[in-house]
DNA sequence: AGTCCTTTGAAGTGT
DNA sequence: ACACTTCAAAGGACT
């Protein structure tokens, strides 16, 4: 478990993951990182290809799902040498100099003038911004001075579940402060999806470290000030908070993902139709770290399967540093507190079984569909006048036993796969078994 | 259009 | 308390 010098207290990470860090030794993962060279790159380049076209085979689920063990066991020499290679090309981020705040390196070229950020770094650019990672979430400050003690909360007079009309407190607001004059002063340029209105970078193209000071620091989160936020999760400008995702979903979703999500007719729809919108969960660490990191896969390997690219990141996220992984776990803390501040009553529950829910409906629809036990029978080879199936517990029309009855036969370890056909005698005492 | 795949972590449910 | 499940992001592939 990562624990910040800082000391905040709250739980960063999972306990086992981390202790696999304390075995290797940080030493001996300097030394790897020292010894990195270009050829190791090219070797993991080719490596993470090869890997990718296996996976991408016709039977890659398959051969994915195979592996998943002897992923986790990566042989370690291969993993040494992985591990240095991550840290070359992941840890520089964090050992670029004269940045001591948040690290992200997943800026747009019109940020980085000096291109000093990674090797990759133009490749990653161009393709960063056409696969629609938003550039504020990345951004979202990281510093020990950022990270002080939890911020008194909120009044109380926020409003429920949607975050709509809440209010900021001045608490809050120097924590993710607001720039001078709220919202008025809030123009499209301002919204997640324009970059040019970033804060004053520093000459080495890098944000400054974060100060209370910084105005609008609030919209660096994905979860920026109520205040920015219209009915629905909209901000005052149209673009919607990205936590908030209008009920019909990913699409949109997308779409403001990509920048693009201003859609007149949409929004015309959406007013007739006004619908509660869905708050989603604060993304962990390794979902910020996916998120930031994704794209430089991408222009790495030259993926696109969003399987295999987690894959790697998965990989990566392993030989991450614990402190190099701190940063994404205090990240995703200060995510999840403001998560929490601007939407108090949310709970997880909320969107919890939802896709479940919609398959379970299904399933049950097909089973207690006539024409289902019928084809139950057919797929277990039963006779279909005479035979019990168990699985489905669809019972022959000449035996229209209850439903209770049939369950306790299910429940019988001894007989739950294919019941014999039963006399109305029997049901009776079976039913009160 | 909806779901799956694939990853980790947080938070939910079930026992 | 513990184990298990679901969701969060991503986008190609598949149904």
Redo the contacts with the bound molecule.
């Keep these: 478990m990562p624990q910040l010098s800082s000391g905040g207290g709250?739980?960063?990470?999972?306990n086992?993951?981390?202790i696999a860090f304390k075995d290797e030794g940080e030493q001996e993962e300097k030394i790897q990182e020292n010894a990195f060279t270009e050829r190791d790159l090219a070797d993991l380049k080719s490596s993470l290809v090869n890997e990718s076209e296996i996976?991408?085979s016709?039977n890659?689920?398959?051969?994915?799902?195979g592996?998943?063990g002897e992923?986790?066991g990566f042989p370690e020499k291969h993993r040494v040498h992985h591990d240095g290679v991550s840290k070359h090309q992941d840890g520089g981020m964090y050992k670029t100099p004269a940045y001591p705040g948040y690290p992200f390196l997943m800026l747009p070229d019109p940020y980085l003038p000096n291109s000093s950020v990674s090797p990759s770094s133009n490749k990653v650019s161009v393709v960063q911004q056409?696969?629609?990672?938003?550039p504020l979430?990345s951004l979202l400050p990281y510093s020990n001075e950022h990270f002080s003690p939890s911020p008194p909360h909120l009044p109380t007079d926020m409003s429920q579940k949607t975050g709509v009309h809440r209010h900021q407190s001045q608490d809050l607001s120097g924590y993710y402060s607001l720039p001078p004059g709220g919202v008025g002063q809030i123009t499209p340029s301002m919204g997640w999806q324009s970059q040019p209105v970033y804060p004053a970078l520093s000459p080495c193209g890098f944000r400054q470290p974060y100060s209370s000071n910084l105005s609008s620091a609030a919209s660096y989160s994905?979860f920026p000030h109520s205040l920015m936020l219209g009915p629905s999760g909209m901000h005052p400008t149209g673009i919607p908070h990205?936590?908030i995702?209008p009920p019909?979903?990913?699409?949109e979703?997308?779409q403001y993902?990509?920048g693009m999500y201003v859609k007149p007719h949409m929004e015309a729809k959406r007013e007739k139709e006004p619908k509660k919108p869905?708050?989603?969960?604060?993304?962990?660490?390794?979902?910020l770290?996916?998120?930031e990191m994704?794209?430089k896969v991408?222009a790495e390997c030259t993926l696109?399967?969003?399987?295999?690219?987690?894959?790697i990141?998965?990989?990566r996220?392993?030989a991450l540093t614990r402190e190099e992984?701190a940063k994404?776990?205090e990240l995703?803390?200060k995510e999840?507190q403001l998560?929490?501040q601007l939407y108090p009553t949310?709970?997880?529950?909320?969107?919890?079984?939802?896709?479940?829910?919609?398959?379970?409906e299904?399933l049950q629809d097909s089973n207690t569909d006539p024409g289902s036990p019928k084809k139950c029978r057919a797929r277990f080879g039963l006779n279909q006048q005479t035979d019990w199936c168990g699985p489905c517990r669809c019972v022959p029309n000449i035996h229209p036993y209850p439903l209770r009855s049939i369950a306790l036969l299910s429940s019988n370890k001894q007989t739950n796969l294919i019941f014999p056909p039963i006399e109305p005698s029997v049901h009776q005492c079976i039913t009160f078994l």
């Design positions: 709250d739980d960063l990470g999972a086992d993951e981390m996976n991408q016709p890659a689920a398959a051969v994915r799902r592996q998943q992923q986790r056409s696969h629609g990672m938003h979430t994905r990205p936590a995702v019909t979903g990913k699409q979703h997308d993902d990509r869905v708050i989603k969960k604060p993304l962990n660490a390794f979902m770290y996916m998120k994704r794209a991408i696109k399967e969003s399987a295999a690219i987690n894959q990141l998965g990989r996220w392993h992984q994404y776990y995703a803390r999840r998560h929490m949310w709970s997880a529950r909320d969107n919890y079984g939802k896709k479940k829910r919609r398959k379970r299904k």
